[in-house]
T-cell receptor, first 116, second 111 residues
Framework: NAGVTQTPKFRVLKTGQSMTLLCAQD?????MYWYRQDPGMGLRLIHY???????AKGEVPDGYNVSRLKKQNFLLGLESAAPSQTSVYFC???????????????FGSGTQLSVL | GIQVEQSPPDLILQEGANSTLRCNFS?????LQWFHQNPWGQLINLFY???GTKQNGRLSATTVATERYSLLYISSSQTTDSGVYFC?????????????FGQGTTLQVKP
């Protein structure tokens, strides 16, 4: 049971290049999320998904696209990278635990992206 | 949208001391969680606490939803408690895990 796995862990892009970040979870969770974290700030939600085939915008969706073709995978794409997208990106998945009546959120280890 | 403010922004403690971190939010919430981000960047969920009080070892949390604040208590702090503590909320009637994070409290525990 690997939990939430993000690839790659580090990436350097030039302005205008494109790339895809992959998030995979093996816990059969319905909900998945992409956040970005900038220095001295909390996490900001980019996009999220409440199930396979569904996606929705978060707080800061501009410049990003996502897809959830399979339940276990949530992809984050940058079509034309900009220096303002330099950040640490976190993927997460969650489920509702009926026995404890709590939501349990699990994060990946993050991807450090630099756009030059 | 809902605003989340955490205080203090920074905190330095000696090992063994107690501390209280505060989270204020601007609207009613149906989801409030506390997270710890360790110095290596890993985020761990500490509490799901939209109301009431919970305890887990040396940590406890209280949310007073009617007054729109939550408190995280750390007792007998250890160096391993160092890192950033985030409060995150979801407002309204939905519960999709669409969390809004505060800017965090950076805690340093000195030996």
């Amino acid at each position: 049971n690997a939990g939430v796995t993000q690839t790659p862990k580090f990436r350097v892009l030039k302005t205008g290049q494109s790339m895809t970040l992959l998030c995979a979870q093996d816990m059969n969770h319905e909900y998945m999320y992409w956040y970005r974290q900038d220095p001295g700030m909390g996490l900001r939600l980019i996009h999220y998904s409440v199930g396979e085939g569904t996606t929705a915008k978060g707080e800061v969706p501009d410049g990003y696209n996502v897809s959830r073709l399979k339940k276990q995978n949530f992809l984050l794409g940058l079509e034309s990278a900009a220096p303002s997208q330099t950040s640490v990106y976190f993927c997460a998945s969650s489920y509702w635990d009926w026995s404890s009546r709590t939501e349990k959120l699990f994060f990946g280890s993050g991807t450090q992206l630099s756009v030059l | 949208g809902i605003q989340v403010e955490q205080s203090p922004p920074d905190l330095i403690l000696q090992e063994g001391a107690n501390s209280t971190l505060r989270c204020n939010f601007s609207d009613s919430v149906n989801n409030l969680q506390w997270f710890h981000q360790n110095p290596w960047g890993q985020l761990i969920n500490l509490f799901y606490i939209p109301s009431g009080t919970k305890q887990n070892g040396r940590l406890s949390a209280t949310t007073v939803a009617t007054e729109r604040y939550s408190l995280l208590y750390i007792s007998s702090s250890q160096t391993t408690d160092s890192g950033v503590y985030f409060c995150a909320v979801e407002g309204g009637s939905s519960n999709t895990g669409k969390l809004i994070f505060g800017q965090g409290t950076t805690l340093q525990v000195k030996p």
